[in-house]
């Protein structure tokens, strides 16, 4: 099983509506969560944090569940230009630092 | 300000040769963290360093090594290259390291092609 793990879709929606992603993560010592996008061909960039209360940026709501080990997505009121791979990302550090990044789920808004 | 800079942009190698990258942080951050990322996958951890100390490692070959220099820049190296090896190699930073909840920040990367 992957440490880390993401539905790696195509998700194919019509601009404007609802997308939601969910992240699986198998190490219950992981301590801090993040949401990467990542265009084609580019470097990864940090689209948010993910705090255990839950967090919201703009059209972004990301959701922590420490319990059942995921962390989700959720892209409201989607543009064209969301179109990207999302990467989730979940840092461990105990007596080591680990970074695992998920393989990522491609979104592709349509007009 | 600069963001993470890493150099060359592109290299091709042959099997068995040896490369170094390069990786400049942002000023100011003090961690740097390589990774290895093939088409299709996210990007697979391959070290930490903070205060010029290796911070973590990732399940990587011995061919594979880094250090972090005063300056907080830094360089992965890579010796008896394969052609599985070739993939982009990115770099990022962040402003401390291990015990924090910092985000990384990205270099545009490094893509090695080995024939």
């Known amino acids: 099983r992957k440490e880390v793990e993401q539905d790696p879709g195509p998700f194919n929606v019509p601009e404007g509506a609802t997308v939601a992603f969910n992240c699986t993560y198998s190490?219950?010592?992981?301590?801090?969560f993040f949401w990467y996008r990542q265009d084609c061909r580019k470097e990864p960039k940090l689209l948010m944090s993910v705090y255990s209360s839950g967090n919201e940026d703009g059209r972004f709501t990301a959701q922590l569940n420490r319990a059942s080990q995921y962390i989700s997505l959720l892209i409201r009121d989607s543009k064209l230009s969301d179109s990207a791979t999302y990467l989730c990302v979940v840092h461990s550090y105990s007596s080591a630092s680990k970074i695992i990044f998920g393989s990522g789920t491609r979104l592709s808004i349509r007009p | 300000d600069a963001g993470v800079t890493q150099s060359p942009t592109h290299l091709i190698k042959t099997r068995g040769q040896q490369v170094t990258l390069r990786c400049s942080p942002i000023s100011g951050h003090k961690s740097v963290s390589w990774y290895q990322q093939v088409l299709g996958q996210g990007p697979q951890f391959i070290f930490q360093?903070?205060?010029?100390?290796?911070?973590g490692r990732g399940n990587f070959p011995d061919r594979f090594s880094a250090r972090q220099f005063p300056n907080y820049s830094s360089e992965l190296n890579v010796n008896a290259l394969l052609l599985g090896d070739s993939a982009l190699y990115l770099c990022?930073?962040?402003?401390?390291?291990?015990?924090?909840?910092?985000?990384?920040?990205f270099g545009d990367g490094t893509r090695l092609s080995i024939l």
């Open positions: 190490n219950s010592a992981s301590q801090s």
């Open positions: 360093y903070y205060e010029k100390e290796e911070r």
């Open positions: 990022a930073s962040s402003l401390s390291g291990q015990g924090s909840n910092q985000p990384q920040h």
